[in-house]
């Protein structure tokens, strides 16, 4: 049976935290498992110490066992438990950005079980900014591992309600929290070698990384897909993922030609009999409502499409966090097809592009 606890007050007294907390923290030291907000999404923890309660995670899941998890820590004490050697410009990076949307890649030491790290000789270590995240690891007394709180492939859960959704009865706690306030995983970097190296791009960019310590490299698996039978070297960079039930096709040019091709996809939603979903900006949306009504019935257009809005084109941190929002939604409008406003692979649009061509299984059309 899960248990729930809801926590919404984020300046409650640390006592009465403490309190709320005591519970979830022991059923991590015991090996249980408990799903927990995060500033990036909702995490499902288990002791990264215990193959037993790994393993746990996997279950829930449905997760690939050679998919590595991030641990995550509470303090920097804990860091040095768990690796080999911290380089120097590591440390420059942890303290200009941890605690953070941020996951550091180490060699890993005897103590990390190989179930935490998929079979590979590093660890994927985050200290995340969040006061309920970062107290539980400390009340509990270990080290977290801890993918998204979903069921393995489908969009990461960025309320608690997701969590609900896909968790309810497979875990042993789930923590009710605020909605997450980035919305994406994080960026995942590799400080193993004498240059960082991107492994999964976040909020955390590649242009930031290289203003602290002069020089960022982006591994080419993410540009250029992963090469069939290695070990993925980062969490959530193997499999179909991120991905809603409806098919789903990201297209990408100007405002103009992106209006086009949403009318031209409810034409065809309409004469076929189907539901769209559209994702789009708010100023896309707008433009396409007012040519749908002059096309079409109020009805018709309820029926055949639903449209979800990233937020405004100027605001690029609104659509990371609306992303996973917006697919599920669409999932529960019983869309067979969504069709969705990619963006430049500027800044954090990197990162918000690698999930879209995730869900979308590569399906990008530029126009």
Not at 13 to 25: G, H, I, Q, V, Y
Request: hydrophobic content about 45%; charged content about 25%.
């Amino acid at each position: 049976m899960t248990r729930l606890i809801k926590i919404e007050d984020m300046n409650m007294d640390s006592s009465e935290l403490d309190r709320l907390l005591l519970d979830p923290a022991q059923v991590l030291s015991a090996n249980g498992t408990v799903a927990f907000p995060t500033e990036t999404v909702y995490g499902l923890g288990a002791n990264a110490l215990s193959e037993e309660a790994v393993f746990k995670i996997y279950e829930a899941k449905g997760r690939p066992s050679d998919n590595p998890l991030i641990v995550h820590i509470s303090k920097i004490a804990q860091l040095n438990e768990l690796v080999l050697d911290i380089k120097p410009y590591a440390l420059e990076l942890m303290s200009a950005f941890w605690p953070g949307p941020i996951t550091f890649v180490f060699r890993k030491n005897a103590l990390v079980p190989s179930k935490v790290t998929g079979g590979l000789d590093t660890v994927a270590i985050r200290m995340p900014d969040h006061v309920i995240a970062l107290r539980l690891i400390e009340l509990s007394g270990v080290p977290v591992a801890a993918p998204s709180a979903n069921l393995s492939g489908k969009p990461s859960p960025t309320k608690a309600k997701h969590v609900i959704e896909d968790l309810m009865g497979k875990v042993d706690f789930i923590i009710e929290g605020p909605d997450a306030q980035v919305g994406l995983e994080s960026t995942v970097l590799d400080v193993t070698g004498d240059i960082p190296v991107i492994l999964r791009p976040g909020k955390i960019t590649v242009e930031m990384i290289a203003g602290v310590v002069g020089s960022c490299l982006v591994d080419p698996a993410i540009t250029e897909g992963d090469v069939e039978g290695l070990a993925p070297r980062s969490p959530g960079m193997k499999y179909k993922h991120y991905a809603p039930e409806a098919e789903v096709e990201v297209v990408i040019g100007e405002a103009s030609k992106i209006i086009l091709a949403f009318e031209k996809a409810v034409d065809s939603a309409i004469e076929q009999n189907d539901r769209l979903g559209i994702m789009g900006f708010e100023e896309d949306l707008l433009v396409l409502e007012k040519i749908l009504q002059t096309k079409y019935d109020l009805k018709d257009i309820k029926k055949h499409v639903f449209l979800c809005s990233h937020g405004s084109v100027k605001n690029m941190e609104e659509f990371a966090r609306q992303l996973f929002q917006n697919l599920r939604r669409c999932d529960e409008a019983k869309c067979g097809k969504i069709i969705i406003r990619g963006v430049s692979e500027a800044g954090i649009g990197h990162a918000i592009m690698n999930r879209l061509k995730k869900a979308a299984s590569g399906k990008v059309t530029r126009i």
